[in-house]
């Protein structure tokens, strides 16, 4: 449910703007924070705040990878399979991932911890290969850096760890 509160910032995004409808993305990853995926609600009260068709919010929540269109978990894992990220063996990468989650690129595991997602390039090359956690990058990742992490994420307390703000980790200013 999207939260009176939520709507609030929205408005208040759109006042920042001469036309509302420009507060659509930013508004969008409100409606993501609060739900942890893009919901049927959060696309309509996008529509209503910001004066929109719920098909035009859709077109954009649609067309952005860092909107989810189903629910995730809560490490989003993104591993980049883009040409430099290839070239420094992303492929044996994803494998490791895969094994270790005991699961597939786009899929969830069963506690709904962890969601691992193949991303084309993350802007990074120069540190390839490249994971995307959440909203925090890890560069010259190794099978045995993954499995460092995997043993500190799993050390952590999953349930106080927040949902993802979106797949390429950036969070809109003021939002
Ligand atoms: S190809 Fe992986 S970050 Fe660009």
């Not at 098909?55 to 649609?62: C, G, I, K, R």
């Not at 995307?132 to 994420?153: C, G, S, Y």
């Amino acid at each position: 449910m999207i939260s009176e509160q939520a709507k609030q910032r929205m408005r208040d995004l759109a006042a920042r703007y001469p036309v509302a409808r420009s507060a659509v993305m930013p508004s969008l990853h409100i409606a993501q924070q609060e739900e942890g995926y893009i919901t049927k609600e959060g696309l309509q009260t996008v529509a209503e705040v910001l004066n929109m068709t719920v098909d035009d919010v859709e077109s954009v929540a649609t067309f952005y990878t860092m909107y989810y269109q189903r629910p995730v978990g809560k490490k989003v894992i993104n591993i980049c399979t883009g040409i430099s990220c290839y070239l420094r063996n992303c492929d044996a990468l994803l494998q490791h991932l895969e094994q270790r989650l005991g699961i597939k690129a786009g899929e969830t595991t069963p506690d709904g911890n962890y969601t691992l997602i193949k991303m084309e390039c993350l802007a990074s090359c120069g540190t390839a290969p490249v994971l995307q956690v959440n909203d925090e990058f890890v560069e010259n990742v190794t099978p045995e850096m993954v499995d460092a992490l995997i043993e500190q994420w799993n050390a952590e307390s999953m349930s106080s760890t927040p949902r993802p703000t979106s797949a390429n980790g950036s969070r809109p200013q003021g939002v």
